[in-house]
């Protein structure tokens, strides 16, 4: 941690070594979560840039009494909140094109791809939240700090993130119909 | 434990300890039959394979030197997007760096506003409608004060401004005599006792503490008297009939 404080030191004197050290130790878990909220590898790459250069820029009104983490990655969700809704006003597509684009796609069987499919369906705080817990490592205290919403809610998004992806994995036949044969589990978080 | 309850248990553990809570659902799922936690335990142990690959996936990405560039330029720039200081007005805001002094430093212009703000408003006028504020200890320093640089229209502004003065004084007046009383009501109550001597003893009792019973009983007889006078003056209440 106190390496943390000093490299954050260096970003805040302005030293150009330290923030590029900065960006080298953050960018990947930045861009992970940008990546899984967006699901497009470019937009996920702008907004990552924008949250970086946001916390660098901001770096002086982090609250040094708190963990780091939880507020770079507050930028980064809000970041990818504002780009979701930019998107969202976006002109919908025209008649001629509806049929390509609405109709889900055939099953991969590739369960990360069908599960970032299914991610995409939940809401944006919960998706955010998953992504956090799963990807990132995030325990649920600094999700909720991260989020600023309590550490119950936390859980509960969760667990109903897990319950709406399961179902959306049922619907398209990965998860198989219930039977009496357990399926092993080959690992876990 | 019911079904409920167990899933319940199992589903918050799976936050903390998942291999741990899958295993105790095989251990469960070993005396149930019940299609809802063999259908949780299908859920669970998709969501983490699904989980595991999923997390794998994700592409690596290299902005460092596209951050770096930008972060130098805007270094370079000064920004004007700043964040305005509560004690900035927008007008005042300055993209370079803040030259103003510490607060500390800062408290005497704001002690020498305050003063001349009081002194311009006590200080009695050139019409001579101010006889009380001679009562009070501005008077002392009146004659010292130059009065203020009269507006172009002062015909207009000298009524309002006599108002706000005399208010001010009347005001002023009322606070002071306000404060004599309860200084006065508090050394007749409390007497000139030590404070250091009560925090050197805990169990240190005030002598005006320990005889309040004493110094309210004149109050008490009198008003045990005023109640039985009143009493007295009262009619009798009448009898139902």
Not at chain 1, 83 to 105: N, S
């Amino acid at each position: 941690m106190s390496d943390l404080r000093q490299l954050l030191q260096r970003c805040l004197a302005g030293e150009e070594e330290g923030a590029r050290e900065f960006v080298a130790r953050f960018q990947q878990p930045v861009f992970g979560l940008c990546y899984r909220m967006l699901g497009h590898f470019q937009d996920a790459e702008d907004v990552t840039q924008d949250a970086l250069l946001r916390a660098l820029r901001h770096l002086s009104r982090w609250d040094q009494s708190r963990p780091f983490r939880p507020w770079l990655m507050a930028i980064a969700a809000n970041r990818c909140r504002t780009a979701l809704d930019q998107r969202r006003r976006r002109p919908h597509p025209t008649a001629e094109t509806v049929d390509t684009a609405v109709a889900p796609p055939e099953p991969t069987g590739d369960l990360g791809e069908e599960l970032q499919l299914a991610l995409e369906s939940v809401r944006d705080e919960l998706r955010c939240c998953f992504v956090l817990f799963y990807q990132d490592g995030m325990s649920c205290a600094e999700i909720s700090e991260a989020m600023n919403v309590p550490e119950g809610t936390v859980k509960t998004w969760l667990h109903r993130t897990r319950r709406q992806l399961a179902e959306r994995l049922r619907q398209r036949g990965i998860v198989p119909e219930t039977t009496h044969e357990l399926p092993g589990l080959s690992s876990t978080r | 434990m019911n079904c409920q309850d167990f899933l319940q248990h199992v589903e918050d553990e799976l936050l903390s300890h998942p291999e741990a809570a899958v295993a105790s659902l095989r251990a469960h799922l070993a005396d149930c039959d019940q299609t809802s936690c063999r259908e949780f335990l299908e859920n669970t142990l998709a969501i983490e394979e699904a989980v595991r690959v999923w997390r794998d996936q994700t592409p690596q990405v290299d902005v460092t030197g596209t951050v770096l560039t930008r972060w130098k330029t805007e270094a370079a720039v000064p920004d004007v997007r700043e964040p305005v200081r509560p004690s900035e007005s927008p007008s005042m805001h300055r993209a370079t760096p803040d030259p103003t002094p510490p607060p500390a430093s800062r408290a005497w212009p704001v002690v020498l506003a305050v003063a001349l703000l009081m002194l311009t408003l006590l200080v009695p006028g050139r019409s001579g409608k101010n006889d009380r504020a001679g009562t009070g200890p501005v008077a002392a320093v009146e004659p010292s004060v130059p009065s203020p640089t009269p507006s172009p229209n002062v015909a207009d502004a000298e009524p309002h401004t006599a108002v706000v003065r005399d208010r001010s004084i009347a005001y002023y007046n009322a606070a002071q005599h306000a404060t004599r009383m309860v200084t006065d009501a508090v050394v007749l109550v409390l007497p000139d006792d030590d404070p250091s001597s009560q925090f050197e003893d805990p169990t240190h009792v005030p002598e005006w503490v320990g005889h309040w019973e004493e110094q309210i009983e004149p109050l008490k007889t009198q008003f045990d008297s005023a109640v039985r006078s009143l009493m007295n003056v009262l009619p009798e209440p009448m009898p139902a009939t």
